[in-house]
Every structure is written in C-alpha cells, then in structure tokens.
C-alpha cells in the first residue's frame, strides 16, 4: 500500500505561480512513475506531467515550459513537486497526484485526494 499527501494548492492571481508538493509513504520501494493530473471544472481528468523514477519528465503540451515537475526518491518517502508558473484562469483545477507501483506482474495505481487550485483576478 502507497499512500500519497498532496498540499500547496490555494488561490493566485493571472500571472502567479504555486508549488504543489506530493509525499508518498509506505511502500515506496515498489513505486515507478509518479504524475500529476488535473480535473478543470466540468471536465475530465488530463495528465499535467509524468516523471519516472529515474527522474525523466514529460509534459501535456499546455503546460510545457510553464510547469516543472520534480522527484525526491529520499530513503523513508517520496515527494513529487509542480512548479506552476505564469498560471492563468484555465489552470484553474482540483490537480491530483498519482503514483504506479509493480510487484512483479501486479500493476497498481494509487491516487491522492486533489488539491484545489485557482486562479482568479
């Protein structure tokens, strides 16, 4: 069992910029690629950045060169952050944090409980 902590979210104006932070405990040894995704209001869930556990990250076209995710694999936890910078109204989101662990052939995915981000004049 993972369990994944998200926090950071809140409110910023037109052009502003927050830091999401994600901490995974439990069975962290087992977990490879963590995310971050995103639910805009009255839409679907979209990936917002990936990042393996080598520390290779992509990015939705939308965000790229905005938003910079990053990954601590410390010895007790693992904590996945997003940089959002010049975030504008359509940033505006509940983002969630995701992690997938496998144990030979069994594949789980685990998620956080959404932080809520917008971004309001």
């Known amino acids: 069992q993972v369990r994944l902590v998200e926090s950071g979210g809140g409110s910023v104006q037109p052009g502003g910029s927050l830091r999401l932070d994600c901490a995974a405990s439990g069975k962290i040894n087992n977990i490879y690629n963590m995310a971050w995704y995103r639910q805009p209001p009255g839409n679907q869930r979209e990936l917002v950045a990936d990042i393996t556990r080598g520390g290779s990250a992509k990015y939705a076209d939308a965000v790229r060169g905005r938003f910079t995710i990053t990954r601590d694999n410390a010895k007790n936890t693992v904590t996945v952050s997003l940089q959002n910078n010049s975030l504008q109204p359509e940033n505006t989101a509940v983002y969630s944090c995701?992690?997938?662990?496998?144990?030979?052939?069994?594949?789980?995915?685990?998620w956080g409980q959404g932080t809520q981000v917008t971004v309001s004049s």
């Open positions: 995701y992690c997938l662990t496998r144990v030979l052939d069994e594949r789980l995915d685990y």
